[in-house]
């Protein structure tokens, strides 16, 4: 009897939270209940760009979007604060005093990817740098700085 009555209040206590519209730690009931609200949060940054893609990554959203025949990566947190933009460019695209601080202080590494990142408190490079089996991320800014 006491295992009937322990199941019943398993099953009640399950059945009540299905109800819910929360969403979990990842954000997943977020993406498909504020669809709307991540459109025009994205539309608020750039009004031109065409939404590619909605994802949630812990506790962030991020939106692949085409702005100016450009891709980006967007990312919001749950509240949908907008926490940074992702931009891949050319190894060429990089500011001279940021590639010629990355040719003296890593010599023997090799460039293998450059983003821009923009976010609320400014914008830098985040140049991804492979030397054989090991890779290292580095933000640095445009006058040559590494942060």
């Known amino acids: 009897m006491k295992r009937i009555y322990l199941l019943a209040i398993s099953f009640i206590a399950l059945f009540s939270l299905t109800g819910c519209e929360m969403y979990n730690e990842y954000g997943e009931m977020m993406i498909r209940t504020q669809t709307d609200n991540i459109k025009e949060a994205v539309a608020e940054l750039y009004p031109q760009a065409r939404i590619v893609e909605m994802d949630n990554d812990y506790k962030t959203i991020e939106v692949d979007i085409i702005d100016n025949e450009i891709r980006r990566d967007v990312y919001f947190n749950l509240s949908l604060n907008w926490l940074r933009t992702e931009t891949d460019i050319r190894h060429a695209d990089l500011p001279i005093e940021a590639a010629?601080?990355?040719?003296?202080?890593?010599?023997?590494?090799?460039?293998?990817?450059?983003?821009?990142?923009?976010?609320?408190?400014g914008s830098y490079y985040l140049v991804e740098l492979d030397r054989g089996e090991r890779d290292k991320k580095i933000k640095i800014d445009a006058s040559g700085n590494i942060l």
């Not at 010599?107 to 976010?119: L, Q």
């Open 100 to 121: 010629n601080k990355i040719a003296t202080k890593y010599t023997s590494w090799f460039i293998d990817s450059v983003k821009t990142v923009d976010t609320p408190q």
